[in-house]
């Protein structure tokens, strides 16, 4: 008769068996929490190369009616934030999808750890969200038949075997005479135009007109012009510009005793005053005129 042995059975108790269901489903909850809320963050586009823009996206769940403020990615040596993150509420108002525009300078698998999100109740409140890591996987622009890619050295400048001095002389000419041509063209003189038409005179009209038509007052000012003009030129003392006295002052002043063939200086003895009165004679010196 053979001896059968039994294992001993181990007996665990409930409330350590509890404590342990609990302890996981924390640490599934808090990996969740981590990994922004179960969805996780996704890479746009799905193959990236070097300096391409990567977009890192993500939708943050929250309650109904509560907003988000994504944190600031900090820059790394390979790859490096291109600007603030775009928010954006889902559709169904559960949650926001939160973007990171990044770029990577270097190939290969870049974990980045991303910022808190902070939930804002409507009241004021706010909690905070690890934001996680996302894994980018870039690849390279350089084809991968190049191993060791090198740059090539500089070439050499190309220069002809011979060099005349017949180009640079003949520059140097021509640069030279289009010099003079522009100085003789800026030093130029002055064109010289011809003189402009002079424009006909109206012909005078006659005294008789003026007096048909009832104007003796001019026809004794343009006499009385006449008159000055005259003894303008014949005495350039008593010009235009002197009134009537002080024309025959210079006058008799000027030559007391000359007498004058187409105008005279005349005092009349029965009024007292003195005038200037045009004639087509020389004065007499008789009463009641005399000759200043």
């Not at 969740?32 to 179960?38: K, M, N």
């Not at 750890?113 to 996680?132: E, K, T």
């Not at 021509?174 to 003189?195: M, N, S, Y």
């Not at 005259?230 to 006058?251: D, K, M, T």
Request: glycine fraction near 10%; charged fraction near 20%; charge should be positive.
């Amino acid at each position: 008769m053979n001896r059968r042995y039994r294992t001993p059975r181990r007996h665990v108790p409930r409330g350590a068996a509890t404590a342990l269901v609990f302890a996981l489903l924390g640490v599934v909850a808090s990996w969740q929490r981590a990994t922004g809320q179960g969805g996780g963050w996704r890479v746009s586009p799905a193959e990236p190369t070097v300096g391409d823009t990567i977009w890192l996206e993500a939708v943050i769940a929250v309650p109904r009616g509560w907003g988000l403020r994504a944190g600031k990615l900090e820059p790394t040596e390979r790859l490096e934030p291109l600007g603030d993150p775009a928010l954006r509420r889902t559709p169904g108002g559960g949650g926001w999808l939160v973007r990171y525009p990044v770029v990577a300078w270097s190939p290969g698998a870049h974990t980045v750890a991303l910022p808190l999100m902070w939930r804002l109740a409507p009241d004021g409140r706010a909690d905070s969200v690890p934001g996680g890591n996302a894994t980018v996987l870039v690849r390279s622009v350089i084809p991968d038949s190049v191993r060791h890619p090198e740059p090539r050295g500089a070439i050499a400048p190309l220069r002809s075997k011979r060099r005349g001095p017949l180009a640079p002389v003949g520059a140097t000419l021509l640069a030279g005479l289009l010099l003079a041509a522009a100085l003789k063209w800026r030093r130029r003189p002055p064109r010289e135009l011809p003189p402009a038409p002079r424009a006909p005179r109206d012909p005078e009209i006659p005294d008789t007109r003026w007096l048909a038509a009832g104007e003796p007052k001019a026809v004794v000012a343009r006499a009385a012009h006449r008159l000055r003009v005259a003894i303008a030129r014949a005495v350039p003392e008593a010009h235009q510009a002197l009134s009537v006295s002080e024309c025959l002052a210079v006058v008799e002043r000027t030559r007391p005793t000359r007498r004058y063939g187409s105008c005279g200086i005349c005092w009349s003895s029965s009024t007292g005053s003195r005038s200037l009165r045009p004639t087509g004679r020389t004065w007499a010196g008789s009463p009641p005129w005399r000759v200043a």
